[in-house]
């Protein structure tokens, strides 16, 4: 779906932003692109869905290259939500999806009412203007424009910024669904919980470079310490041990009454990013 070689970029002299990325993203993949500000994560994105031009490698989407692909045709199989929502704050949340819609066939266009209901959108603010909504219903608003056109392949930038927590589970559970139907996900987020339960594979890029990239499951695996926090009970009182993971194949090496819990103790997916990276992601 997404083919990257040696791609760089520069903003101007003494200003290189990417230095020879090199990735690829199979189809119906949930790719995770994680980096800490201006590490050259939007720099990427920009290039990949066609808005920024000027740079050398090589990119393809759909099998053509994107510094020749500028039929129409081709950025209608694509579908984009943007950090900071792109709307027509005097239009309302319809008039917003209609206007976007009239840039795509009608057979390719999904019905606004059922999109802005399975989004939860409110009802009561349908026809008021953009103006008027909270961050939370605005995100919903530029989801349903990034839905609205049955993309192939999907760009999503900090897609549950400004959502409660059910509001994240319910954009998590959207975007798993898209999946399945076969849509490919180029994901940009600084919320590891998302990366970690949605992306099938992530890469870790600072400083125009990545330097890691793997499954979320195998990075943390790769740099787990082999140890294990187990609480439980011994003569009516609750205990805590770390034991060695090997030791557990021969038993658990202590006295108990009860084995309350026991948790590993491998590293978070934010721990590997500072890890490789040195910087946090906010």
């Keep these: 779906m997404i083919e990257v070689k040696d791609l760089i970029f520069s903003y101007g002299k003494d ?19 994680l980096g800490p500000n201006g590490s050259g994560k939007s720099t990427t994105q920009k290039i990949l869905t066609g808005i920024l031009k000027g740079h050398s490698g090589y990119v393809s989407l ?12 081709f950025f209608q199989k694509i579908g984009v939500l943007f950090e900071f929502p792109y709307l027509y704050e005097n239009l309302s949340a319809i ?4 206007y976007f819609s009239s840039f795509y066939p009608a057979n390719q266009c999904r019905d606004i009412g059922e999109i802005l209901e399975k989004l939860e959108f409110k009802t009561d603010f349908l026809k008021k203007p953009v103006s008027s909504y909270s961050k939370g219903m605005r995100q919903r608003v530029s989801m349903a424009r ?3 056109s049955s993309p192939k392949l999907l760009f999503l930038d900090e897609p549950t910024s400004g959502l409660d927590p059910s509001g994240a589970v319910l954009f998590r559970k959207i975007i798993e669904e898209e999946r399945k139907k076969g849509t490919t996900v180029f994901l940009t987020t600084h919320n590891m919980l998302d990366a970690d339960l949605l992306c099938d594979r992530v890469a870790f890029i600072t400083k125009g470079n990545i330097v890691a990239l793997d499954t979320p499951k195998r990075l943390k695996e790769q740099n787990s310490n082999q140890r294990v926090r187990i609480a439980y009970l011994y003569q009516g009182k609750r205990e805590e041990k770390t034991v060695e993971i090997p030791e557990l194949e021969r038993g658990i090496p202590f006295r108990h009454d009860e084995i309350i819990s026991i948790h590993s103790e491998e590293p978070t997916l934010e721990d590997m990013f500072i890890q490789y990276t040195g910087r946090r992601l906010s």
């Excluded at 290189?16 to 990735?23: K, R, S, T, Y």
């Excluded at 759909?62 to 045709?73: K, L, R, V």
């Excluded at 008039?95 to 209609?98: F, Q």
């Design 62 to 73: 759909f099998g053509q290259n994107i510094s020749t692909a500028h039929t129409q045709d």
């Design 15 to 33: 200003k290189q932003a990417l230095h020879g990325l090199n990735f690829t993203v199979g189809d119906g993949e949930i790719f995770g692109f």
């Design 95 to 98: 008039d917003n999806l209609k």
């Design 146 to 148: 990034a839905l609205i």
